[in-house]
Every structure is written in C-alpha cells, then in structure tokens.
T-cell receptor, first 108, second 112 residues
Framework: GQNIDQPTEMTATEGAIVQINCTYQ??????LFWYQQHAGEAPTFLSY????GLEEKGRFSSFLSRSKGYSYLLLKELQMKDSASYLC?????????FGAGTTVTVRA | DSGVTQTPKHLITATGQRVTLRCSPR?????VYWYQQSLDQGLQFLIQ???????AKGNILERFSAQQFPDLHSELNLSSLELGDSALYFC???????????FGPGTRLTVL
C-alpha cells in the first residue's frame, strides 16, 4: 500500500517562497506528481518526477529523492492566486495515490 | 480547461437511488480514471480503464460500477446510494495507461 505524508497547512506572504514537503512509503514506485487544486475545482497538473533531482517549471520547481522517499514542491514569487491545496501523488502499478493535500494561504 | 468533460455538474438525489456519471476524455487519450473526493477522505482512486478494458481497481464499492465504451467515453454507475456517497466525483484521462492524468471539472453528488 501507499503512505503519503504532507503538512496540512502552510501560510506565506505574497512574493515569498514556500516549500511543501512530501514523504512516501510505497511497495512500488513509478513516478511522483504534484497537483494544484482550488476549492471545489479539478486538480491541475503541476509537475512530474521519476528520476532523482530537480525539475524547474517557471515559478514552480519539484525535487525527488527516491532513496529517501522524499519530494518537495517549491513555489517562488508567491501570488495571491497560488492560495490553493497542493496534492502530492505517487504512482505505482497504474494507480495514483494522493496525499491529503497541503493548503497554502498567501497573505498580502 | 483540461479538455476532459464531465456531466452532470451537479446531481441531487435520495438514498437508495441509482445515478450515472459521464466522462469524455481528452481527444486522443485512451485511459480513463475515476476518483472520489470527500471532505474527510481526500482524493481516492476508484477504477481505471484503458482502451475499453478495466486496467486497475482501487477502493471501489460493489454498489459502484463503471465501463468505457468504444468511443472511449466512460460512465460511472452508483447504486443503492447512501448519505456517505455524497462527494465530488472526478474523471481523469491520459494518453497511455501510465501517462500524466488530466482531470475533468467533476460532478458534485449530494445524497439526501
């Protein structure tokens, strides 16, 4: 089975940087995804890591360490519209298992 | 807009009833996934179809069933509905059986 942990809530100031950590334990691993979800809306794909290292995509970066079962999502130059839930998801045997999500609140 | 469409957007029904949720994947995507999201459970994988065949099963109740049709759209059937089935139901699609999943806008089901 999957066990995926991420913090419940984080608060940061507009223009700042926030790092959302995700740790996982899995019987098999075939990639880690980050999704953004605004309340009542669909999850939106942000990033995908299957090899160790950092993937950068504009203001968002994601890091993976498979040996440590650890990933983080880095949000830079925070904007008010970044206030949302961020979901860490691990893929194993065609199945995507989601963490409970981290609610990020951006303050002016 | 992900390109995945779901209907209806909202559904209100009574306990014991049966409903059908519909999903059309992005053009070119062969795989369809169904998820349930309730406040206390997070996003839970239900079932996956790839090119018309069931590929993977998650925590799907026996009262629930799904299928993918030759035109690749999918339907999720929920029967003998209970209050606890009230949730957002998302459909996602991907090109391959293990590709990046893109989510539809969801169907909000309320069971009274």
């Amino acid at each position: 089975g999957q066990n995926i942990d991420q913090p419940t809530e984080m608060t940061a100031t507009e223009g700042a940087i926030v790092q959302i950590n995700c740790t996982y334990q899995t019987s098999g691993f075939n990639g880690l995804f980050w999704y953004q979800q605004h309340a009542g809306e669909a999850p939106t794909f942000l990033s995908y890591n299957v090899l160790d290292g950092l993937e950068e995509k504009g203001r968002f970066s994601s890091f993976l360490s498979r040996s440590k079962g650890y990933s983080y999502l880095l949000l830079k130059e925070l904007q008010m519209k970044d206030s949302a839930s961020y979901l860490c998801a691990v893929r194993s045997d065609y199945k995507l298992s989601f963490g409970a999500g981290t609610t990020v609140t951006v303050r002016a | 807009d992900s390109g995945v469409t779901q209907t209806p957007k909202h559904l209100i029904t009574a306990t014991g009833q049966r409903v059908t949720l519909r999903c059309s994947p992005r053009s070119g995507d062969l795989s369809v996934y169904w998820y349930q999201q309730s406040l206390d459970q997070g996003l839970q994988f239900l079932i996956q179809y790839y090119n018309g065949e069931e590929r993977a099963k998650g925590n799907i109740l026996e009262r629930f069933s799904a299928q993918q049709f030759p035109d690749l759209h999918s339907e999720l059937n929920l029967s003998s509905l209970e209050l606890g089935d009230s949730a957002l139901y998302f459909c996602a699609s991907s090109v391959q059986a293990e590709g990046t999943q893109y989510f539809g806008p969801g169907t909000r089901l309320t069971v009274l």
